[in-house]
């Protein structure tokens, strides 16, 4: 490809985005580049406080606990009070607890502070993702999704890297570095990002002009809604998988005795691959039903981790996760840009926090249950497990692909278009965008969900270490 086709490809995956959401970008990265303490946080505990691997577990467990109970509330507040409060409030708050867990010593002081550090920094994804979803057009959401989430994936490739040598002077160094960078982070959205919120109103159907009065959407309702609450059980499912190359990985790495340098060099793989192929592969993407999409990426993430049974050098872990990463590149903007399909536009909050637990839970679970089963049973017999766990999610992808395509949202039932399941292509997402995004009650299911717009975690998802999601902001 000719350095002019570069160009106008790299121009093509940028343009057409409001200011608003550069902004976000842009805090975004800040936050990421000084996300220092959550990929060291077991090694400051083991290296260089003395506690056993067991407690640096207990603490890993306790900030997924933390994000898992935030993600849930920080929905909500973020429906109620607005996008930029529960942002600003969870940034500064973050900033605060990790600066005070570089200086508490007492086991317990740091446990309890570690799962305030989960709860605080994991409030600011539901936020993100609904603002994202408010301000940018449904057309463009993949591509917006997609690239917050390089943003995440650069911001922590070089963090990662330059933590290595802020720890040389010493670890406290790195907490107070990335309090500094989470301040400058609340100072961008305060300076720059507006409200995002929609104003709660009367809102037109979509049919013949008729107006009706948007209903109130609670967790109750989330919870009821079958299609939206099928999306986070099979993100769980590939969520358990990725996060298996945060702890099983390694410790299989070293059972074949391989290197701590190894597994680096096998994992920099994932964070490279990322950078370098997510903007291209998005334009791919961005305009194709997601229900074939997550099909191939389950699999995919279910085969590479498959792959590592048969793995015995630096060489072919690193094929497989180059197999299981291309699958996370597909699943995060396509999955998290069809949560926001799926969300009523007064409740995203909600939806996208209870979107967000699906990867605090599989942070939290995934470690324990793939060490039982290695520790039972061997690592061939996890990493045999993960293709069946992939298999089964790609299931699960065709059944709700062909179930919204039998059940498409009636018109008039509050979502981004209408008739659009997750089978509608870009031409429902066009439509969409001309009609506007109202939401009502009363669609296909308990509650009215919105089917338009574009088709993608986080994920956000956040940057790898303790307790962490791939995707989100």
Same mark, same amino acid.
């Given at each position: ?99 005070? #867990? ?30 994202i979803a408010d301000i940018v057009r449904p057309e463009d959401r ?11 994936? /650069? ?10 040598? +802020? ?6 160094? #790195? ?7 989470? /301040? ?15 104003? $709660? ?35 769980? #499912? ?28 096998? +994992? ?5 691959? +990322? ?17 074939? /999409? ?55 909050? $909600? ?48 059944? /709700? ?5 039998? $059940? ?66």
């Open positions: 490809m000719s350095v002019a086709r570069l160009k106008q490809a790299a121009k093509e995956s940028v343009s057409g985005l409001p200011r608003e959401f550069w902004w976000l970008w842009t805090s975004t990265l800040v936050n990421r580049l000084g996300g220092f303490v959550a990929t060291f946080l077991a090694m400051y505990l083991t290296v260089d406080r003395g506690y056993s691997p067991m407690f640096a577990g207990l603490v890993g467990a306790l900030h997924g606990l933390g994000g898992a109970v935030s993600a849930v509330v920080s929905g909500v507040l973020t429906d109620r009070l607005g996008r930029r409060p529960t942002l600003l409030v969870s940034q500064v708050s973050t900033a605060v607890t990790v600066a005070v #867990l570089g200086f508490v010593q007492d086991p317990v002081a740091i446990a309890v502070v570690t799962c305030l550090v989960g709860m605080t920094s994991n409030a600011s994804r539901p936020a993100v993702q609904a603002m993949v591509r917006a999704f997609a690239l917050n989430y390089w943003a995440i994936n /650069l911001g922590f490739a070089v963090s990662a890297a330059a933590a290595g040598l +802020i720890a040389s002077h010493g670890y406290l160094t #790195l907490f107070v570095g990335d309090a500094g960078m989470t /301040l400058l982070c609340a100072v961008i959205v305060f300076a720059k990002v507006p409200e995002s919120r929609p104003e $709660r109103g009367v809102a037109p159907t979509g049919g013949a002009g008729v107006a009706v009065e948007e209903s109130e959407v609670g967790l109750g309702s989330v919870l009821r809604d079958r299609r939206f609450m099928a999306v986070v059980g099979l993100s769980y #499912l590939v969520a358990t998988l990725i996060q298996q190359a945060f702890v099983a990985l390694p410790v299989a790495m070293g059972a074949e005795g391989l290197s701590s340098t190894d597994y680096g060099i096998a +994992i920099a793989t994932n964070g490279a691959l +990322i950078v370098a192929v997510q903007i291209p592969v998005t334009r791919f993407l961005e305009h194709r039903d997601p229900a074939p /999409l997550l099909m191939v990426s389950a699999l995919l993430t279910g085969g590479g981790f498959g792959l590592t049974a048969f793995a015995g050098s630096v060489g072919m872990y690193t094929v497989a996760v180059t197999v299981w990463t291309l699958g996370e590149i597909i699943n995060s903007p396509t999955q998290m840009g069809l949560v926001a399909r799926l969300s009523p536009t007064h409740a995203r909050g $909600r939806y996208q926090g209870m979107y967000s637990l699906s990867w605090s839970l599989a942070s939290l679970t995934a470690p324990l249950v793939g060490g039982a089963v290695m520790d039972r049973f061997g690592a061939d017999a996890l990493w045999a497990s993960s293709a069946v766990v992939g298999l089964v999610a790609a299931g699960g992808y065709a059944a /709700l692909g062909r179930a919204m395509r039998s $059940r498409p949202e009636a018109g008039g039932s509050g979502g981004e278009g209408s008739g659009s399941g997750v089978g509608a292509g870009a031409g429902a997402e066009v439509g969409a965008a001309a009609e506007g995004e109202v939401s009502a009650g009363g669609g296909a299911g308990p509650v009215g969900v919105a089917a338009g717009g574009g088709a993608t975690g986080a994920s956000d998802g956040e940057a790898r270490g303790v307790g962490a999601e791939p995707v989100a902001g």
